[in-house]
């Protein structure tokens, strides 16, 4: 029941509420400016435009192609320009500069090493130079009186075949701040099961892990990605609706599959703005979200890419709350159930949820 004094669902107050990010991409994540500075520091000619508006719509449009394939292309260009330490260095801590701003308290980043390497770096080289990027942006958060832990995951792409290489730099720096491992890339023609070599790896290492998966294409995708990979969460997963039959009397009838993701308690991690664009969706208010929070999967929300989906952890939440009529207590379940499924220890876990989540909302809730 909220309070009388609880605080209106507006946008301006969500971004103050604690949230919690665990699928957002740091070369899906660069401000525009920073695009533009870094293609002029270090000579890249391929840029659509130079003006920073223009070059934010730029991205936003040709994301919004309808197609996952189509969509990857754009990162073309946040990638070359990240091909140095000191561009690296800066695009981590602009993350975890703007992620703070917008509330989030905890967030697990993912890039993929091997896509800047093109000049010569080592991809231990890389992953110290996000980190320090990630300390960076954190110590300046604080300076400005927000508090951020992030977590870092590192991705293998799909199309390439370097996934226990990627696996075994991300158990290398398991004790410099990075958290867990992903696969990213096209879905469709790369199952995650050619990758299990990697996967087997980070099992016998009690390393975690979640894979993309439901998003391009559909149950067998999701299937392979828990019952032979192994994933602890799925990113996206949104084609798990399949597996749900809802009848004209609304009665609701759960498949085997959906039946396990919902008993195990396994995460999805929905982005609700870029499963639009892509095409895995038709709207954000007919996102299959809106069922699954209903149905009460462990729900959490997310960005994938704020650059191209122009977005925030805070407006995706607001643009929930427009389409589904959610109230702080929904907001908060999302933040939770996002808490309880990162892959940082148990007790900071907890201490998250306890000392900074739940007073935050009941700050909100009146
Ligand atoms: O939503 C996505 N699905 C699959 N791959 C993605 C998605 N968003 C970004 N990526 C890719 C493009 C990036 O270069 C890579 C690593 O962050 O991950
Ligand atoms: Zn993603």
């Known amino acids: 029941m909220l309070s009388t004094n ?18 957002d991409h740091l070369d899906g994540g660069l401000r525009p400016a920073t695009v533009i500075d870094l293609a002029d ?4 000619r391929d840029l659509p435009t130079s003006d920073v508006g223009e070059l934010g719509r730029w991205f936003t449009e040709a994301a919004d192609s309808g197609s996952l394939v189509r969509y990857l292309e754009t990162f073309a260009h946040t990638c070359g320009v990240m091909q140095s330490t000191e561009a690296l260095v800066r695009v981590a801590a602009e993350c975890a500069e703007d992620l703070a701003a917008d509330g ?11 896509l800047f390497c093109e000049n010569g770096l080592s991809l231990d080289t890389i992953v110290e130079a996000v980190q320090e ?5 954190a110590v300046k958060a604080k300076e400005a009186g927000r508090t951020i832990r992030i977590g870092t995951l590192l991705c293998a792409m799909r199309q390439n075949a370097r996934s226990l290489e990627i696996a075994e730099l991300a158990v290398r720096h398991r004790d410099s701040g990075v958290v867990g491992f992903d696969i990213a890339g096209p879905e469709a023609g790369f199952p995650p099961t050619r990758n299990l070599d990697a996967f087997e790896y980070l099992r016998q290492q009690n390393a975690h892990f979640t894979i993309h998966a439901g998003e391009a294409f559909g149950l067998p995708s999701i299937w392979e990605a828990i019952q032979h990979c192994g994933a602890e969460r799925l990113g996206h997963g949104v084609r798990i609706v399949d597996d749900i039959k809802v009848a004209g009397d609304g009665s609701v009838q759960l498949g085997r599959l959906a039946s396990y993701v919902r008993d195990r308690r396994i995460p999805l991690e929905m982005c609700p703005s870029s499963n639009v664009q892509t095409g895995a969706a038709p709207s954000i208010a007919e996102h299959p979200i809106g069922l699954l929070t209903k149905l009460r999967f462990r729900v959490t929300v997310n960005t994938d890419n704020r650059l191209m989906s122009n977005c925030l952890p805070s407006t995706e939440m607001a643009a929930l709350v427009d389409a589904f ?8 379940w999302f933040t939770i159930n996002a808490m309880k499924s990162a892959f940082i220890g148990f007790d900071e876990r907890l201490a998250i949820i306890n000392d900074v ?7 909100l809730m009146g």
């Open 357 to 363: 989540i739940k007073p935050g909302y009941a700050a």
């Open 133 to 137: 990027g990630f300390r960076i942006g």
């Open 325 to 332: 009529g959610y109230d702080w207590a929904d907001l908060r």
């Open 41 to 44: 520091a270090c000579g890249y």
């Open 104 to 114: 989030v308290v905890y967030a697990e980043v993912r890039y993929a090493p091997e």
């Open 6 to 23: 609880s605080v209106p669902v507006t946008p301006e107050a969500i971004r103050t509420a604690p949230k919690v990010l665990l699928h």
